[in-house]
């Protein structure tokens, strides 16, 4: 089935450096991924819209100059948090518009794994 | 996309049914119900979606109410890894998944 490999799966970075965490697509190709953000005992939030080749649609109150999100490839997305701070701390989660089975859709989504971001 | 309404937890014995409720009283005519699950500290997982008929895969089966107005996911016989939390969204075909705050199962030994 369809796999949305995401990397690193735990991340620690001190305040002010970046960090980028990337999802991709294995044995499909995602021409539309997205991101999303959760902290601790919340649920998931949508912070963008990645299209290949194009820039990405942010959700209202998600900073993009802090939020760099690349999709260079039809295989891979990034988003970069740029100078990480403490609240910044969160579990990042991407997904691409393909079901389990590797068929492209509509219907249903497919998920990575997650990031653990924590800024000290 | 209409708001959907989910206890926010549950208990249920392992190798019992587990019958998770959803509110969905705005939902429109184009837009599917949709279940996703969330084990701690992973990505969620596709679980079911139906538009009116009930539907049943390998996983669970989706009970839609004939007005549409709530549905209730099945889990048929519980396990511990079925542990998570559940969510129930209501979106029209192209608009983005966003999640509410789901129901906690904690399945039971």
């Known amino acids: 089935g369809a796999v949305v490999s995401q990397h690193p799966s735990r991340v620690i970075c001190k305040s002010g450096t970046s960090v980028k965490i990337e999802c991709r697509s294995l044995?499909?190709?995602?021409?539309?991924m997205f991101w999303y953000r959760q902290f601790p005992k919340q649920s998931l939030m949508l912070m963008a819209t990645?299209?290949?080749?194009?820039?990405?649609?942010?959700e209202q109150g998600v900073e993009k100059d802090k939020f760099l999100i690349n999709h260079a490839s039809l295989t891979l997305s990034t988003l970069t948090v740029t100078s990480a701070h403490p609240e910044d701390s969160s579990f990042y989660i991407c997904?691409?518009?393909?079901?389990?089975?590797?068929?492209?859709?509509?219907?249903?989504?497919?998920f990575g794994s997650g990031t653990r971001l924590t800024v000290v | 996309d209409a708001k959907t309404t989910q206890p926010p937890s549950m208990d249920c014995a392992e190798g019992r049914a587990a019958n998770l409720p959803c509110n969905h009283s705005?939902?429109?005519?184009?837009?599917?119900v949709y279940w996703y699950r969330q084990i701690h500290s992973q990505g969620p997982q596709y679980i079911i979606h139906?538009?009116?008929n009930n539907e049943t895969n390998e996983m669970a089966s989706l009970i839609i109410t004939e007005d549409r107005k709530s549905s209730t996911l099945i889990l048929p016989h519980a396990t511990l890894r079925d542990t998570a939390v559940y969510y129930c969204?209501?979106?029209?075909?192209?608009?983005?998944?966003?999640f509410g705050t789901g129901t906690s199962l904690t399945v039971i030994p």
């Open positions: 997904s691409a518009r393909v079901a389990p089975d590797g068929r492209f859709t509509n219907y249903g989504y497919t």
């Open positions: 044995d499909f190709q995602a021409t539309t």
């Open positions: 990645s299209n290949e080749g194009s820039k990405a649609t942010y």
């Open positions: 705005t939902i429109s005519g184009n837009e599917y």
């Open positions: 139906g538009l009116k």
């Open positions: 969204i209501a979106r029209r075909t192209g608009n983005q998944f966003y």
